[in-house]
DNA sequence: ATGTAAGCGAGACGGTACGTCGTGTCTTAGA
DNA sequence: TCTAAGACACGACGTACCGTCTCGCTTACAT
């Protein structure tokens, strides 16, 4: 008698208490986040929440990271000096500002708290990201756009490291001008040309 | 009635509480220490914590940074990249393994819930820290070590941030090997060498 | 397609939750007992159950007085004193000790909160007693083995009250030489003998 | 600097409680009582509540019997059956009717399930009426206006017994002719006089 | 040397949230 | 059609900390 319209209520209401999450989160922070607010708010008992996520944390991660899952698909315009300056200002400018930023900003900081946070964390976003891009440089390495020599596991790290510092540690505004910056330092290395 | 030797019972108090602090935090973790626990173990009044900090975080600050603040002095050999691999590596043994390690991480996480902790953060370790460094690169590329356009703020970014990511994102253990690479990585530079 | 035999699923299934009741009555005491305790232990929806009584005084008074319902038929020797007394310890024995007695102090009590428990109580259990009671003591009186003058709905109270106020308020174990001295004092009565 | 008219914030409080516990067990009746209740209604921690009291039924208990304890003193006249009548009417009057009567049959209810506030009921209540009754019918005894016989621990249960039977099982209200009946009865006897 | 204040331990206090349990209603799938 | 299973909104449980507050007691300073 239901129709594929209307697919179950448990997702129905699973997508609604996601959605009260990210506005609260938005609203009062993660620290002043609560299970009990966000029942509330949902107009939901506490344990339809505790049924589908065993903690606040938990809870969050899905949150802030449901919707943006599928996200950001990796571009080959067969300049891969272009398609990482695209793909790495895609990142800064969906988690790297508002309204997406705080949140995602907090998840990481959850993650250095909970143990489970950080490996669904790595497992649902970072590494399939990071996979991406590997196999990008890949090819770019490939075609001769890269150094032989460049250790690509590390590639990947030294790309998205300058940004995570400044987003997570000085907290300084990231622009497309400071991706720039970054690009440039590590393409040409820090050794002296001959 | 005070001597030297017992300079003062408040900056006595105040170290029990530090020592207490990083004890309680290494056995139960930063998300279950609390300022009632901490108490409690010290034998000191709630209020004499709130007296001096004015939060779990910024007590926790004080009691991670505390002992490890004189702690890394940037060595100058006249070579560079030997004492940028002794800095980092140094960095690493203290900050990236047990014991400080786990706290560490515990502090950069709640720096992400409060800015208050992010700025103290930054300004008691953190910006020291990279000051020494720029100066430290600074002095190279005026001994022609380091590339005349290296741009020495992103410098200071990219050598801490891939070490960062790896420690708060993808969580894998830091060694020294990983340090070699990195630099390896950062001095030759990603384009093909003509 | 039921028999003779298996009377009807619905009463079998009654007949199980009844017997669960007592059983999980008995183990955890009526303060613990929970409607779903006990159709968890019964193997059964709790819609059956709410299906069937709607709350669980209800439930647990139907519990208690279904066994024990036939239980209690009057005797009549011609002695009166020989037949309460019979009569009395019967009673004192089936309600007034393990297994039946708890459970039995259990629902008085229940009655104290719950009107409906209190009115069933007295409609199915208690009233009839007191008419048969009574009915006996008239034939007695008749007889002239009571006095005239003996107000029989009084008489009812006299002879069952000591004995609730002791199994209910002091709580002290109710022997068949208490019930004799009970009776002693009751036939006697309170004045000087002349 | 806290003279004998403010005598203490904990005192204070106790009491604020209490007289909370009562409003609002007459308003809502003992089951739907509960201990987060009454700490907002009476603005106050639930902890503080948990401090004193280690169950909704201590606390009950409390709030009931604290402002009737000094209650029910014994008259002597020199005439027992006007005494015991007098007595007798003025409990029925106190316990047996609105407004206390119905929080004293929850207590009595609450008594049954909770073996504390059972003993808690005797202590303070029941046996200091008791041991009052038996040394009142004691003088009397020795003054000839009781039987030489009469067992003076079971002339307590006859005298109360009744009444409680009433209040509790039967829960048909008690009146002082009803009071006039049982002591009738108990006073002439059961046998018929010769 | 003696007030007098400041710091202190202890812990009560009003709150907020926790995670759990049971209520009574409702839905779903299977017999 | 009735059932078992269990999701659901709700409300209360009893606990844990929060940050504020009052208590006496002990230091240590200023008179």
Redesign the pocket.
Known sequence: ??DDASP???AD?TQAILRTTVELAQEVGYA??????V??R???????I???WP??GALFLDAVLTPSEPGLDYPDTGDIVADLRRQICAAVDLLGRPPLGPLYRALVGEAQHNPAVAAALNERFIRPQADKTVARLRRAQQQGQLSADLDLDVAMDILSGPLYFRFLITQEPLSHEYVERVLDALLAGMRPTP
């Open positions: 008698m239901s179950s209520r448990a209401r002043k986040l609560s299970i009990e607010g029942a509330a949902t107009g939901v008992g506490k344990h339809t505790y049924r589908r903690s606040k």
